[in-house]
């Protein structure tokens, strides 16, 4: 099965349009604190001018259910991405329009107390304290953290570190349902390449 491709920290139409024309699946757009941030009426203004059969994603974190409820609503959205220590009733509540993150230190032991529609396991803030491995940097976990995310028997998305040059390797490794970028491909915060973009895409669909 080909696997899915996510463009996240879209903050403009012209990126947002360019990923859809290579291909992207889902797009994200993060309501929280971080250089990409975006506001509801921004996102709704590019959501209204993109073509059908895209999912729109909205980036969450600690936020209350309310707040997410209504900026999806405003904004057109298809699914919530808890990013932040949102529990399992959250995910309840908003079940089956959401996608619950976590890094490889924070996976609970028993993920089927977090109804959604998929986990994502976000390596770029990772550490490893059950292995005793602490993060030095990203470059340096890939490869055990790939192996930890195959056994996520799940709709699994793989995000974290990821560029056009590892994608597919990490595809190979990890086996995920989809696969997530956002600094990956970009020319500066906020800001996509898309060169960058259209490799990477091509790149995890195993396109030439």
Same mark, same amino acid.
């Given at each position: ?10 903050? &403009? %139409?012209?990126?947002? $349009? ?5 291909? /992207?699946?889902? #797009?994200?757009?993060?309501? @929280?604190?971080? =250089? ?69 230190? &924070? %996976?609970?032991?028993? $993920? ?5 529609? /998929?986990?994502? #396991?976000?390596?770029?803030? @990772?550490?490893? =304290? ?79």
């Amino acid at each position: 099965m080909m696997v899915r491709v996510k463009i996240c920290g879209l903050t &403009n %139409l012209e990126d947002a $349009l360019a990923a859809v024309e290579y291909g /992207a699946d889902a #797009l994200g757009f993060v309501f @929280a604190p971080s =250089p990409r941030r975006v506001t509801p009426d921004a996102v709704r203004e590019i959501v209204a001018r993109l073509p059908p059969f895209v999912t729109k994603v909205g980036v969450f974190v600690n936020s209350k259910l309310a707040e997410i409820r209504e900026t999806m609503s405003r904004c057109g959205l298809d699914l919530a991405q808890l990013h932040g220590e949102e529990g399992p009733d959250l995910c309840e509540s908003l079940f089956p329009r959401v996608i619950k993150a976590f890094n490889p230190g &924070n %996976l609970p032991p028993s $993920l089927e107390r977090y109804r959604a529609a /998929a986990i994502m #396991l976000d390596i770029g803030r @990772a550490s490893c =304290p059950s292995n005793g491995i602490e993060q030095a940097g990203v470059q340096n976990l890939e490869p055990l953290h790939w192996t930890i995310a195959r056994d996520i028997r799940c709709h699994m998305i793989l995000a974290g570190g990821l560029t056009p040059e590892n994608v597919a390797q990490a595809i190979r490794v990890a086996q995920p349902y989809a696969v997530d970028v956002s600094s990956g491909v970009e020319e500066r915060p906020g800001k996509k390449d898309h060169g960058k973009m259209r490799d990477f895409i091509n790149a995890a669909k195993g396109r030439r």
